[in-house]
T-cell receptor, first 109, second 110 residues
Framework: QQPVQSPQAVILREGEDAVINCSSSKALYSVHWYRQKHGEAPVFLMI?????EQKGHEKISASFNEKKQQSSLYLTASQLSYSGTYFC??????????FGTGTSLTVIP | DTGVSQNPRHKITKRGQNVTFRCDPI?????LYWYRQTLGQGPEFLTYFQNEAQLEKSRLLSDRFSAERPKGSFSTLEIQRTEQGDSAMYLC????????FGQGTRLTVV
């Protein structure tokens, strides 16, 4: 039931863009995105509830294709503070909640 | 501070001992989750409560693990007869629209 993320790891220079994908084998009710820095708990970024919904927060946005059971996280003009591991979290119903395999993002000067 | 509190933050125990962790959720959140996370891996779902009812348990949760949420408020996770493989970070999350995580309890079994 764990969603699969790609890529597993990515290294960017400051100012570059990245896309992280999340794919589930089950029909999804919602998709959440989190960022976790080393030694810290995951921190919520955004939630997408509807098929085809897109959301954005500053230079981080996401899309959710309900039919394809996929979501993508877009990071534009990356900053050093974006470094961390990104997880999608998916709910197949309103209750069950599983985290993806994770994508390690490193932004270098 | 997310409003979700976990205690203790760190626990070192000898193999075979029992340990109990506590999670105090955001008061208005009726959904509470326990996860286990090992280094380099994503959080693995363990169990889920809606109010005081435990609605789902992962197959990862062996019979040595038990969780409770009396009165639908705080929750406890107990591990009996700990094994070295139980060493991990145990995370509690509560959820309204979004999920908020506590800082976790890092368990080391020696």
């Amino acid at each position: 039931q764990q969603p699969v993320q790609s890529p597993q790891a990515v290294i960017l220079r400051e100012g570059e863009d990245a896309v992280i994908n999340c794919s589930s084998s089950k029909a999804l009710y919602s998709v959440h995105w989190y960022r976790q820095k080393h030694g810290e708990a995951p921190v919520f970024l955004m939630i997408l509830l509807k098929g085809g919904e897109q959301k954005g927060h500053e230079k981080i946005s996401a899309s959710f294709n309900e039919k394809k059971q996929q979501s993508s996280l877009y990071l534009t003009a990356s900053q050093l503070s974006y470094s961390g591991t990104y997880f999608c979290g998916t709910a197949a119903t309103g209750n069950q909640f599983y985290f993806g395999t994770g994508t390690s993002l490193t932004v270098i000067p | 501070d997310t409003g979700v509190s976990q205690n203790p933050r760190h626990k070192i125990t000898k193999r075979g001992q029992n340990v109990t962790f506590r999670c105090d959720p955001i008061s208005e959140h009726n959904r509470l989750y326990w996860y286990r996370q090992t280094l380099g891996q994503g959080p693995e779902f363990l169990t889920y409560f809606q109010n005081e009812a435990q609605l789902e348990k992962s197959r990862l949760l062996s019979d040595r693990f038990s969780a409770e949420r009396p009165k639908g408020s705080f929750s406890t996770l107990e591990i009996q007869r700990t094994e070295q493989g139980d060493s991990a970070m145990y995370l509690c999350a509560t959820r309204g629209t979004e999920a908020f995580f506590g800082q976790g309890t890092r368990l080391t079994v020696v």
